[in-house]
């Protein structure tokens, strides 16, 4: 069985520069470390929700802890608006 992750997040537009460099170097540590490639999608007519993509997954606890990780040690909540979390959902396919 494989899954899909989409993370999404409403970040500081003041800081949306940082922050797309900040995913960048997330997705690279992700895909060091667990081979999947992630992407970085805007909505439209809303440019402060940002929603990360993961396709593909087969080791779900593996992609979980170091995607939790690499956010972790990246700071990545640093750029959300403040009180705002990044929400994880997952389906299986």
């Known amino acids: 069985m494989a899954f899909s992750y989409y993370i999404y997040y409403r ?9 797309e460099a900040r995913v960048k170097d997330l997705f690279a540590a992700v895909r060091k470390a667990t081979g999947i490639e992630g992407r970085l999608m805007r909505k ?7 929603m990360e ?14 995607l939790a990780d690499a956010a ?22």
């Open 11 to 19: 970040i500081d537009p003041a800081r949306a520069a940082e922050c």
């Open 72 to 93: 972790g040690r990246l700071n990545v909540q640093e750029f959300l608006l403040p009180g705002t979390p990044r929400h994880v959902e997952c389906f299986e396919h």
């Open 44 to 50: 439209r007519g809303e440019s402060n929700l940002w």
């Open 53 to 66: 993509i993961y396709l593909n997954v087969t080791d779900d606890a593996k992609f979980e802890w170091e």
